[in-house]
């Protein structure tokens, strides 16, 4: 009835229209977000790496983004070309959708779970300007695909890619590396379920650690060059992880107070009283606000468990929704409302025919669970939505199919 071939050039082509609109009039002339270029400067990280080389080691600098941004600039292009690879990129996730969901579906659920990712508002949302969050849904759905084959067949080259990919998806942001674990967790115990313990898949599974820890020793390498401390991929936990305390309170959980500009303008209050407790000037230097806030951290969680677990538990929902105003949070609520209904409705006949459905639930479970504990605004939720998007319309699919019987009845 669907034609592959059809249905994969159908959601690159709406993809890439939808993308190119967002570029060229959608993001300009909406009003729900700000739509300036840079918000968190990371043109101006990568202006200053053309300037004076790679010599700063903050939790944005050391980030991906910003690298490429600076190759960008260092071949000449602007900030239009920026965006123009983001286009790319997004169609390029909305057909690494499409791949997947023909290997774990069928051609329908694959070309509804395409459609939707192609046309989701907060995935375009972030195609026009510089956000890191394209290049994370990208790679977030790169190494779905790697994991993908690597369960097929648990190879020594399907780990080394697996691994390659996972710890580049890492350097873009670091929820990736416990995805990387989780699944070749998952995937050695279903072989050892299977075959019993076996060299060949723990040879595999040793090939993607040892893959992820050369791809990423330059990089720790670069990091302890620049700052003379051993920065394995960017500092910052400890800083989310106190941010959080305030941004899942309830006044901003029910956006009776502003969390982008009260709850952004109290942590940083607190950040300054930190550091001056300990001696230092706050953002002077990150490693050492780090410490500093690693301090706090631990204090934080020995001393007030139940905050911590409110925090954690708030934030397991905040995740899905919690943006700059209550009217822009609850469009990434209903849909994810809407989204986590329909994966319902499929999982059970996923189940049922022996689909490996968790390959795209682990991603979306491990996100959800780690920023929870850290800083779970709704923005952090975007990588792992193509993933619950296809969830989702494997729920449709399976709606269409029970129509379908109840009419030939």
Known sequence: MYSSKKALWTVAGVSLAAALAMVFIGFDRQGFVVNIDDPYKYGEIARGFLQNGFDKVTRRAAMLYPHLLWFVYWAGGTNFTVQLIQVAMHVASCVLVFVIGTRLYNVRTALLGGLATALHPMLLRYVADLHTETLLVFGTMVLVWCAIRFYDRPTVANGILLGAVGMIATLIKGVALPIVLAYVAFIVLREVRRNGVALPILVSALAVVVTMAVVVAPWTYRNYRVSGRFVLLTPGTADSFLRGYIFTRMEFATFKRSPYVDAETESNNWFKKIAADAGTTWEQDEIVDEANNKAVMKRMIREQPLDTARKFVVGLFTFWYEMTTLFN?????????????????????????????????????????????????????????????????????????????????
């Open 329 to 409: 949070s609850m469009i990434p609520a209903g849909l994810a409302v809407v989204c986590w209904i329909l994966t319902l409705i499929g999982w059970k006949r996923s189940h049922a025919e022996g689909r490996p459905a968790w390959l795209l639930l682990l991603p979306i479970v491990i996100t959800n669970v780690l920023v929870a504990a850290l800083i779970p605004l709704g923005r952090y939720s975007v990588p792992i939505l193509p993933c619950l998007v296809l969830l989702a319309a494997f729920g449709v699919d399976t709606l269409l199919d029970r129509q379908r019987r109840v009419e030939a009845l």
